[in-house]
T-cell receptor, first 112, second 115 residues
C-alpha cells in the first residue's frame, strides 16, 4: 500500500538556520504530494503541494521538489524563524483516490 | 470565503457513550473527509463523503459512521466509545474535479477525550 516516511524529530534549530525535513514515499501510481503544518492546538494548514514529477511547490519561503527517481519530497527553507516552530506533515494522495496518507510528522522548534 | 469550521472544539465523554461531531465545508467545496489524529501521530483517514454518500473508507469499524447534507456539511458519529477513541478529529473539505487531484483543506479539529 501507499506510505510516507518522514525524518524523525524533534528537530531543534537556531533562528536563521537552514532547514531540511526529509520525506520519502511509496506509491503504486503517480501521487500528488503535500506538506501540511500544524501549529500548537490547531488543525492542519496546507503549506505547499506538487502534482507531478519535477514540480516545485513553494510558500512562505518553504520549498519542496517532487523527485520521482528518488521518490522524495524534502521540505527546505533557507532561513527559519521562531514562528516556524510547529509540526510538519508530509502526505500523498493518489489520483482518483479518496484519502490523504500522512507521515508521522516532524516537530520543529526554532530557538531565538 | 469561509473556511472549514468544526464543532464543538472540545468534548469529554465516557466509555460506551455516543458522540456526534459536526463540520461545515469551505464555500464552494462539495466533498468532506474525516481523519482521526491520535496524540503524536499523523492523521488517519476515516471516510469521505461526496454527493451525500460514503465514497471511500479507511480501516475503522462500523461504529464510526457519517452523514453529508445537501449543503455539503457533514457529521461524524461514533457509537460505543472506547478509550482509544480519544483523539483530535479533523474534517477536510475539497472540490471534486475531473482529474481526481483535489486539494483538501482542514478545519481546526474537535478534541475528544473518552474517560
Amino acid at each position: 500500500g501507499n506510505s510516507v516516511t518522514q525524518m524523525e524529530g524533534p528537530v531543534t534549530l537556531s533562528e536563521e538556520a537552514f532547514l531540511t525535513i526529509n520525506c520519502t514515499y511509496t506509491a503504486t501510481g503517480y501521487p500528488s504530494l503535500f506538506w501540511y503544518v500544524q501549529y500548537p492546538g490547531e488543525g492542519l494548514q496546507l503549506l505547499l503541494k506538487a502534482t507531478k514529477a519535477d514540480d516545485k511547490g513553494s510558500n512562505k519561503g518553504f520549498e519542496a521538489t517532487y523527485r520521482k527517481e528518488t521518490t522524495s519530497f524534502h521540505l527546505e527553507k533557507g532561513s527559519v524563524q521562531v514562528s516556524d516552530s510547529a509540526v510538519y506533515f508530509c502526505a500523498l494522495s493518489e489520483a482518483g483516490a479518496q484519502k490523504l496518507v500522512f507521515g508521522q510528522g516532524t516537530r520543529l522548534t526554532i530557538n531565538p | 470565503e469561509t473556511g472549514v469550521t468544526q464543532s464543538p472544539t472540545h468534548l469529554i465523554k465516557t466509555r460506551g457513550q455516543q458522540v456526534t461531531l459536526r463540520c461545515s465545508s469551505q464555500s464552494g467545496h462539495n466533498t468532506v473527509s474525516w481523519y482521526q489524529q491520535a496524540l503524536g501521530q499523523g492523521p488517519q483517514f476515516i471516510f469521505q463523503y461526496y454527493r451525500e454518500e460514503e465514497n471511500g473508507r479507511g480501516n475503522f469499524p462500523p461504529r464510526f459512521s457519517g452523514l453529508q447534507f445537501p449543503n455539503y456539511s457533514s457529521e461524524l458519529n461514533v457509537n460505543a466509545l472506547e478509550l482509544d477513541d480519544s483523539a483530535l478529529y479533523l474534517c477536510a473539505s475539497s472540490l471534486r474535479g475531473g482529474n481526481g487531484r483535489e486539494t483538501q483543506y482542514f478545519g481546526p479539529g474537535t478534541r475528544l477525550l473518552v474517560l
